[in-house]
């Protein structure tokens, strides 16, 4: 079976679990803080959902598009740059948010901020040849 194949599943089944306990289960890995991110698929039009880790940063939340240090971005990141509306669900609360990459200054900060969080961003970073996007959702009026 395909990796990717594999990935998705698990991501499905981590949905799942997710959604059924308002976040009880799956909300977090180990330390980790964990968001669903429903974006719109760029090519198919449909929801597509992805558990991912985040940071809060003020009334933001930053994600990063490692995709395992892969030197191919993240579906949900393409997904993102075609449409930036998305929504979030953390714990048993949703809400729509716009996404926008972090350039310059903002982007230096958030990279340490979230190395600091998980030193596995840093390992990603030296296993792929492309710039790994820092994500900022920002809440949508």
């Known amino acids: 079976m395909p990796a990717r194949t594999v990935m998705r ?3 499905g089944t981590h949905e799942l679990w997710y959604r059924l306990s308002g976040g009880r289960i799956g909300g977090r890995l180990g330390h980790l803080p964990i968001l669903l991110l429903t974006t719109t698929g760029r ?3 449909r929801r597509l959902t992805t558990p991912l880790v985040y940071l809060p940063d003020g009334e933001n939340l930053v994600i990063i598009a490692s995709n395992g240090g892969s030197d ?3 579906e949900w990141w393409l997904n993102l740059r075609s449409q930036p509306a998305a ?3 953390i714990g048993p ?9 972090a350039e310059g200054d903002e982007r230096e900060r958030l990279w340490r901020a979230v190395v ?3 030193h ?3 390992e990603y970073r030296r296993m792929t040849s492309r710039e790994i996007p820092v994500v900022v959702l920002t809440p949508k009026n």
Do not use: C, F, N, W
């Open 72 to 74: 191919r971005h993240p």
């Open 87 to 89: 929504e979030v669900q």
């Open 116 to 118: 600091e969080l998980y």
């Open 93 to 101: 609360d949703t809400r729509a948010v716009v996404a926008h990459k």
């Open 9 to 11: 599943m698990i991501s």
């Open 43 to 45: 090519r198919s039009g």
């Open 120 to 122: 596995g961003y840093d």
